[in-house]
Structure formats: structure tokens, C-alpha cells
């Protein structure tokens, strides 16, 4: 699925770093695009594997999905010490602002762990989210207290402490104490009047399942519970993140109006246009790419015969980022080329590399041209080795066709 890297301010002013993950195939006449936010766990990122392959197995429904490190964490700005709920909840609401202003509003809103009670209380703030759901999360932020139990006496008398939370140690204030304490009552829940969807696992060890009935009792309806049977608290069983993904998908569709309605089908909005004119994928030949208009600016549709994907512009140039420039495209080509070839050699040679990543820039420069192109490894090779595959990326068939100054010629062919 097309994924970019977003970054948008809090508050406060920091910068927070977010992925957006969008569906590979474009919206169509009949098929519109939804966004989402996902809310990661406490002291997590976006990264962790569950809200990944939950974003992804979403994206491949049709709900574009934006993932983001709150504040202090992972690749975002700020200081975690200084963070408590109240602000996970502000970072929630810059997250959505954003994405209305640049993309779309998002019609729901996804809650893994403390993320969960987090998009509970943000969805007061956002009329336009249709949907909810919680993911092995408690009914009130007050729950996490138990994971630093040991330190309150420390945060009492001192007002900071260092606790360690999971594999990882934090400096913690005695404000995100009195901050959860504010934060005990589930009233809240029942007022959202809008369809929740709660899945948690019966042996979760972090978030009792009785944090879920209670979710479940405050909710009204539409609500629906569903068990995760065997699954940890941060599913990192492949199979139980993806079988998130899918019924999630499923019982979203009900709620935030995937199907196009007849009012979306004639608007111009990005989230309803069509694949071609007609509606309908245009016929590719083997051995070819066809490209078609999306919209009246950058937006097009690629095609291949068993393919397709879509590329844009960024918001700078007037576009509105919803797939790779054709520049990034055409680096992506490259690289995508030059990873092949090596692993092909690599395994050829059995070396013990583990993995390849290929980092390509370009750049305008007065005179001419370029693209840099970086290679790095992983797994138990000598430098000899390594040179050697510096040398084979060279090889790469796509770079050899850039060399020899390919001749492009356009016709016309009969109108359609």
C-alpha cells in the first residue's frame, strides 16, 4: 500500500511525524475513500507491529489510515515527561484538523490500549468521525496508573520519578498523575451516540477484559463486542492484527459510507473520484502502462495489465499528496530495480545478507542531472562483498536503460 511520511504541529508548536497509509487502488464512482486514525498504545509508537498491519489490512479495504508518535515519542518532538492524557487527546485533535485540512476529515477513529480511551474522549471534539473502535483498551485513563503503581509514593514526594515500562525506561511527572485522576469516569461513552465496535482478548494480561464490559455497558447502541480469544495485549501474532483489520473493515463499511452515495458520485472531492471517465479500468495490453486523468490537476490513475496505483503531486505544487510524484516514481523504479538485482546476485553467491536497503535522492542541479543512489546491509558479509555489490548495483537493468539515453517518441493514436 502507498504510504507517506506526515508531519503536523500540536499545540504546542513540536512537530509530530505520522504515516498516512492509502489504498493501492484509486476511489471510484461507486467506491469512495474514508480516512482513519489509528491511537497507538501508551509509551508504543506507530510503528508497533499491530497498528501497521492493522493500517495496512484497512488501506486494502478502502480506508486511507494516518498513524502518528504522540507527543515525546518515537519520531516525534517533545518531552514524554511533559506529556499526560489531556494532551494525547490535543495531539488526536491536531492529527484530525490536519488531515481535514489537507486531505479529508477522517469518519473513524481507531484506539489500541490507552490510544482506545483516547479517541473515546476526542470524539466529542469531532462531529464528523461516524465510527469508533477500541482495541484491548480500558474504560478510563485512570487503568494505566497500575503499570507505575511502584513509583507513585516516588512522584508523591518528589513530583518525577523513572519507571520502567515494558522494555524501555521513561521520566514521569506527577502531573501525568493528577491528570489520569481527573480522567475516571466512563459517563463520558455514553454520550458519543454513535456505533462502537470493541474487540479485546479474554487473556489479555496489560488491560483486564472487564475494562471492555465496561466499555460495552456505558456504550449505546449500536455497540459490538469481539473476542480475540488467545491474543496478547499487543497482538503481535500476525494473524490476530490482521483479522482486526478485516472485521474492522467490514463493520466500518455499515458506518462510514464506503459505498459512494449517489450526492458523492457527481462531487469532485479526491475521496469519490473515478478510475477513468467511463468508471471503468481502461483495457491494458501485456507489456504496457496506460495512465489516466484522476482529476483536472495531478491526480492519475497508472495502469498495467495486472496492476494499478496512483500518483499526484505534493500539496506544495498544488496537488494534494495522495500518491508518489512521477519523479518518486521514477526512483522508486530504480531502486526497486537496483534491490532486485542485488538480492538476485546475493543469493546466486549465497552470502549470508539478511537484508537490503536502497536510499535514492535526485537532484536539479545547474548543469545536469543526478541521482544518488545509497546501499546498506544486513547480515554477516565482508566489505570485499559489500563493494562487490556496490559495483552490481550498477548492473541493475532499469539504471543501464537510464544510461544509454533511451529514445521517447510520442503518436497519435485514435481517440477514445
Given at each position: 500500500m502507498p504510504r507517506t511520511k506526515v508531519e503536523f504541529k500540536n499545540e504546542q508548536g513540536?512537530?509530530?511525524?505520522g504515516l498516512l497509509e492509502t489504498p493501492a487502488t484509486p476511489a471510484t464512482k461507486d467506491r469512495a475513500t474514508r480516512f482513519a486514525i489509528f491511537a497507538h498504545c501508551f509509551?508504543?509508537?506507530?510503528?508497533?507491529?499491530?497498528?501497521?498491519?492493522?493500517?495496512?489490512?484497512?488501506?486494502?479495504?478502502?480506508?486511507?489510515v494516518f498513524r502518528f508518535d504522540f507527543t515525546g515519542l518515537g519520531n516525534s518532538d517533545g518531552d514524554f515527561a511533559n506529556t499526560n492524557f489531556s494532551s494525547n487527546v490535543e495531539d488526536l485533535l491536531a492529527a484530525a484538523k490536519m488531515?481535514?485540512?489537507?486531505?479529508?476529515?477522517?469518519?473513524?477513529?481507531?484506539?489500541?490500549?490507552?490510544?482506545?480511551?483516547?479517541?473515546?474522549?476526542?470524539?466529542?471534539?469531532?462531529?464528523?468521525?461516524?465510527a469508533i473502535a477500541t482495541i484491548g483498551s480500558p474504560a478510563t485513563a485512570d487503568h494505566v496508573q497500575h503499570l507505575f503503581i511502584d513509583a507513585v509514593p516516588?512522584?508523591?514526594a518528589k513530583g518525577e520519578a523513572r519507571v520502567r515500562i515494558g522494555l524501555r525506561e521513561f521520566n514521569i511527572k506527577k502531573q501525568l498523575l493528577d491528570d489520569l485522576n481527573k480522567n475516571t469516569s466512563a459517563d463520558h461513552i455514553g454520550k458519543l451516540r454513535r456505533p462502537i465496535l470493541i474487540f479485546h482478548s479474554p487473556v489479555d494480561s496489560i488491560v483486564s477484559v472487564d475494562e471492555a464490559a465496561k466499555i460495552y455497558t456505558a456504550a449505546k447502541h449500536p455497540k459490538s463486542f469481539i473476542s480475540l480469544d488467545q491474543a496478547d495485549h499487543l497482538l503481535s501474532n500476525k494473524y490476530d492484527s490482521e483479522y482486526v483489520g478485516a472485521t474492522l473493515a467490514a463493520w466500518a463499511e455499515r458506518y462510514i459510507g464506503l459505498s459512494a452515495t449517489e450526492a458523492e458520485k457527481g462531487e469532485s472531492s479526491t475521496a469519490s473520484k473515478s478510475l477513468a471517465s467511463d468508471s471503468k479500468r481502461p483495457e491494458v495490453n501485456d507489456g504496457e502502462v496506460v495512465v489516466t486523468e484522476l482529476d483536472k490537476k495531478f491526480l492519475r490513475g497508472l495502469y498495467t495489465k495486472e496492476h494499478e496505483i496512483i500518483s499526484d503531486e505534493p500539496l506544495d505544487y498544488g496537488g494534494e499528496n495522495l500518491g508518489p510524484s512521477p519523479y518518486k516514481l521514477l526512483l522508486m523504479s530504480v531502486g526497486s530495480c537496483t534491490s532486485m538485482t542485488l538480492r538476485m546476485?546475493?543469493?546466486?553467491k549465497k552470502m549470508a545478507l539478511d537484508d537490503i536497503k536502497v536510499r535514492l535522492v535526485y537532484e536539479r542541479l545547474e548543469d545536469e542531472e543526478r541521482i544518488t543512489r545509497y546501499l546498506s546491509f544486513k547480515g554477516d558479509i565482508t566489505a570485499e562483498q559489500k563493494q562487490r555489490l556496490v559495483e552490481i548495483a550498477d548492473k541493475c537493468p532499469v539504471h543501464r536503460t537510464l544510461e544509454n539515453n533511451p529514445v521517447i517518441t510520442s503518436k497519435l493514436e485514435a481517440d477514445f
Open positions: 513540536e512537530t509530530l511525524a509509551t508504543c509508537s506507530k510503528d508497533v507491529a499491530a497498528a501497521s498491519r492493522i493500517s495496512r489490512s484497512l488501506a486494502a479495504k478502502g480506508i486511507a488531515l481535514e485540512e489537507k486531505y479529508q476529515a477522517p469518519s473513524l477513529l481507531i484506539g489500541h490500549s490507552l490510544g482506545g480511551a483516547a479517541v473515546l474522549s476526542a470524539a466529542h471534539h469531532l462531529p464528523k468521525v461516524k516516588e512522584l508523591e546476485y546475493a543469493n546466486r
